[in-house]
């Protein structure tokens, strides 16, 4: 049996499947600080897909809600990479996808035509002769698709004799905060733990405007921080419980709660988070099983028995004064314009403890995850 690697990172076009595969990522991970793609993971998974046929290709369609007709699939990808080309002004967001072949072996004509026209994704044979050459390969693409952020993805081992190729997805996200924190005012402070403890933490804090809103029906607050010049915003979920993350983390999927504008003292941990996981398990238990199995069939990808062997997912993020990343400073001065009223008292927003966190902008997720306890 040859295989297929399905390599996935991140440093959605979304449906169904990426709430659903978010909240068994959370579950798994309650204890451990997240970041993921589930988008990432629906693109590889869909590039997959476009190349799966007969029962291999209806349980990928029933889990990930794809259209029986792949060319709406086709068109769904392009209209959605289209449209992700130069959008960002400040904010750097890029995503791409590539194809590494086994030099043994052919693509079939149509899905290398379509995956390319439609997921951008050029395909490019690599010789195993040399494993060590093909490796650094694919890691390099990795490396540069990330921004060194991720700086490798495969090992010897995932390009045994019997690999065919590895389908790649990235994304990288670098933004600026609209207002961003003066590194003056960080300051160590107590971070409480689900479990109680108190671990110190770099804490941020800011006076400034912000959508922001305490939800009853998630019991938590929630809080928008726009990118500067940006479609994107990172959104933050507090419960009101220190131990409320899990509860919390079930329903916040596509949430549109009102979020009014007011001032708010803000206080946020400065964190860092590197993540990585196999995910055969989880799509196997969503309902995807064939494709992992010696029944697949994934005859329009390649002339070759083919079955997926592994999916890889690996996701960075880093949370400072600046931004998502290091950027340029900036000041910004907020001041209230009514002179003849009292201000509202400002809304407080002390993330000293376990909470859950998106970067969106009004259509799609592009990281999710959540923030448990700092590191030591």
């Known amino acids: 049996m040859k295989y297929l690697c399905l390599i996935l990172l991140a440093t959605s076009v979304t449906c169904r499947f990426t709430d659903d595969l978010y909240q068994h990522l959370a579950k798994d991970n309650a204890n451990k600080n997240l970041i993921s793609s589930p988008l990432s993971v629906e693109i590889a998974m869909s590039l997959a897909y476009m190349g799966a046929v007969g029962k291999t290709a209806q349980e990928m369609r029933d889990v990930m809600k794809l259209p029986a007709d792949k060319k709406e699939v086709a068109r769904k990808y392009k209209n959605f990479l289209t449209n992700l080309e130069r959008r960002e002004k400040v904010a750097i967001l890029d995503l791409a996808n590539r194809i590494y072949v086994n030099d043994r072996y052919s693509l079939v004509p149509e899905f290398n035509q379509v995956v390319r026209e439609s997921f951008k994704a050029e395909a490019e044979a690599i010789s195993l002769k040399e494993t060590s050459k093909a490796v650094s390969i694919i890691n390099k693409w990795v490396k540069d698709q990330t921004r060194d952020r991720i700086k490798s993805i495969v090992k010897k081992d995932d390009l045994r004799n019997n690999f065919i190729m590895a389908l790649l997805n990235a994304i990288y996200f670098k933004g600026q905060w609209q207002y961003q924190f003066n590194t003056a005012n960080t300051k160590k402070a107590d971070f409480r733990t689900a479990d109680k403890k108190l671990v110190p933490v770099q804490m941020m804090s800011l006076l400034g405007t912000f959508r ?21 915003s990172m959104v933050i979920f507090l419960p009101e419980k220190v131990d409320g993350l899990p509860e919390l983390e079930k329903k916040i999927a596509g949430f549109s709660g009102y979020l009014r504008s007011q001032n708010v003292i803000l ?4 964190f860092k988070i590197e993540f990585s996981t196999l995910l055969k398990d989880i799509l196997m238990k969503m309902g ?6 010696k029944n697949a069939d994934f005859s ?19 949370v400072n004064e600046e931004g998502a990343e ?3 400073a900036t000041a910004v001065v907020i001041s209230y314009t009514c002179a003849s009223c009292t201000p509202p008292p400002p809304m407080e927003f002390n993330a000293d403890h376990p909470f859950a966190y998106v970067i969106r902008d009004e259509k799609t997720t592009y990281f999710q995850g959540h923030f448990v306890k700092p590191e030591q």
Do not use: C, M, W
């Open 212 to 232: 922001a809103n305490y939800v009853p029906e998630l019991d938590a607050k929630v809080i928008e921080l726009p990118y500067r010049n940006s479609s994107l």
């Open 267 to 270: 206080k946020l941990p400065k």
């Open 288 to 293: 995807i099983v064939d494709a992992f199995t």
């Open 300 to 318: 329009g990808l390649v002339q070759a028995q083919a079955e997926i062997s592994k999916v890889i997912h690996k996701a960075f993020i880093e």
């Open 326 to 328: 290091a950027a340029a």
